[in-house]
């Protein structure tokens, strides 16, 4: 099993469902030819860089999933047959790919994605334990600064001069050379 990424660039206007039903239509077919399906991102509405079908912009959905290469075969015919798709793009990212390891990577990207969906609880009244904790940081942090290094003079003009002699070392050019000159 090979695993493969398609990247999609569809008509700018379609709608929400239209896109939707593509996803999911392209997807059934990778399932329906025993390909496993990692992951379909919407990258969005991007700006194309030439036209594409006289079309300026386009919007992008990658498609990362696992089979054989009837599944590529399989997934491109129907690319081409349909009019919605600007553009299609297939790459080959890895020669072996164990299912196992697959199925893991499925499981943690859908709990990211949970975890991303989750909403966050309000601020409630802040407890005293943490109102002490943040007096504590905020004491912390009134303490004493830390000192900048010190410079001694010495140093200091050691530097300017080792600075002001590398730009004095420097050839001066007095004369410009006009096109068609030539050097001597």
């Known amino acids: 099993m090979r695993r ?7 008509h700018v206007d379609l709608s929400e469902d239209e896109l939707s039903g593509l996803i999911t239509r392209y ?13 379909v991102e ?34 491109e015919r129907n690319l ?12 080959l990212k890895a020669e072996k790919v164990d299912p196992e390891v697959l199925e893991k990577e ?4 859908a ?4 975890k991303k969906e989750v909403p966050v609880p309000a601020p409630e009244a802040t407890p005293a334990a943490a109102v002490e904790e943040t007096d504590a940081v905020d004491a912390a942090e009134t303490e004493l600064p830390v000192p900048a290094p010190e410079v001694t003079p010495a140093a200091a003009v050691k530097e300017t001069d080792a600075v002001d002699a590398a730009e004095t070392e420097l050839p001066a050019r007095e004369e410009t050379i006009t096109q068609g000159e030539k050097e001597t």
């Open 80 to 91: 081409k047959i349909d009019d919605k798709i600007l553009k299609f793009m297939t790459v």
């Open 4 to 10: 493969y990424e398609t990247i999609l660039i569809t």
């Open 27 to 39: 997807g059934g077919i990778v399932t329906g030819q025993k390909g496993i399906l990692v992951k």
């Open 106 to 109: 499925i499981a943690d990207a």
């Open 111 to 114: 709990g990211k994605n949970e």
């Open 42 to 75: 919407r990258w969005g509405k991007r700006r194309l860089t030439y036209l594409i079908k006289k079309q300026a912009r386009g919007f992008y959905i990658l498609i990362d999933y696992a089979g054989v290469g009837a599944v590529v075969n399989e997934l």
